[in-house]
């Protein structure tokens, strides 16, 4: 089994920052491409950033040049660096991870931005 632990969720004012972390801990025996999504009451969840195990990643057209996916392979940890942070981007976030065909999801952390 594998287990993923979000932190670094909260209450921030727009304009803001946050960073959200991801860490993955079990039966893992290669490093998996990890994503963010995010989902609000009533809405499928989205992709925020992913980023692949040689570091490549990808993002939303809604927070590209303001987030910044991350990660640290030693640790098995991903990072989400969210700056300018809007009240649109108040969300639960989601961490997952792709290990062969088996998708991992943490619990998720709430982010409220505040105008």
């Known amino acids: 089994q594998v287990q993923l632990v979000e932190s670094g969720g909260g209450l921030v004012q727009a304009g803001g920052s946050l960073r959200l972390s991801c860490a993955a801990s079990?039966?893992?025996?290669?490093?998996?491409?990890m994503d963010w999504y995010r989902q609000t009451p009533g809405k499928q969840r989205e992709l925020v950033a992913g980023i692949t195990s040689g570091g490549r990643t990808n993002y939303a057209d809604s927070v590209k040049g303001r987030f910044t996916i991350s990660r640290d392979n030693a640790k098995i940890t991903v990072y989400l660096q969210m700056n300018s942070l809007k009240p649109e981007d108040t969300a639960v976030y989601y961490c997952k991870a792709q290990l062969g065909p088996y998708a991992y999801w943490g619990q998720g952390t709430q982010v409220t931005v505040s105008s």
């Open positions: 079990g039966s893992i025996f290669s490093i998996p491409a």
